[in-house]
């Protein structure tokens, strides 16, 4: 029993210096919150791009205007759809969806570049004999798709935000 004790109290002690921490960690005051709170979203052409921009501040702003926004978030998508299975008689069986983004995240004060990077996505969709199934089932996954993509980049804007904190 007391081998038990000591063992945790030593194992305790270890991890005390794990530099672990919750990334949202402050709550709504947190410097990662204030910092996605205060990212507006440029325009983004096409459908994919309004799901995309949609998903992103839903993502980004709890609910608080838009006004004064420190940084402005530009992306641009490359969306793909390429045949991978096919029959016999050269007809598709299996398409495979790529939605790709080029984010970048840029103060709004000086115009500069804070965060350039990628993020993106795929999945797979059955063609069917019923080509409303097929395009159904092609914009599912487009939606699905806008969804982890703008799940990407926030969670790379919350890193680099808890690491110019950090910084600081």
């Not at 530099?19 to 919150?33: H, I, K, N, Q, T």
């Not at 993502?59 to 530009?74: C, I, K, M, P």
Request: aromatic content about 4%; proline content about 2%; charged content about 20%.
């Amino acid at each position: 029993m007391i081998r038990a004790a000591v063992l945790l109290a030593l194992a305790a002690t270890l991890t005390s210096g794990c530099a672990l921490r919750p990334l949202y960690g402050g709550g709504p005051d947190g410097a990662v919150r204030q910092t996605l709170n205060a990212v507006e979203v440029a325009p983004i052409a096409g459908q994919n791009g309004w799901l995309v921009a949609n998903a992103l501040r839903d993502r980004l702003s709890n609910g608080e205007g838009q006004g004064g926004a420190r940084y402005r978030l530009q992306v641009t998508l490359d969306d793909e759809i390429i045949g991978l299975g096919v029959r016999r008689n050269d007809t598709i069986t299996r398409e495979r969806r790529t939605l790709r983004a080029r984010y970048q995240l840029v103060d709004a004060a000086t115009g500069g570049v804070v965060l350039d990077a990628t993020a993106g996505s795929d999945a797979g969709i059955d063609v069917v004999s019923s080509e409303y199934a097929t395009i159904a089932a092609e914009q599912s996954a487009l939606e699905r798709l806008s969804g982890i993509v703008a799940d990407r980049i926030v969670a790379r804007i919350a890193l680099y935000a808890q690491r110019s904190q950090d910084g600081k």
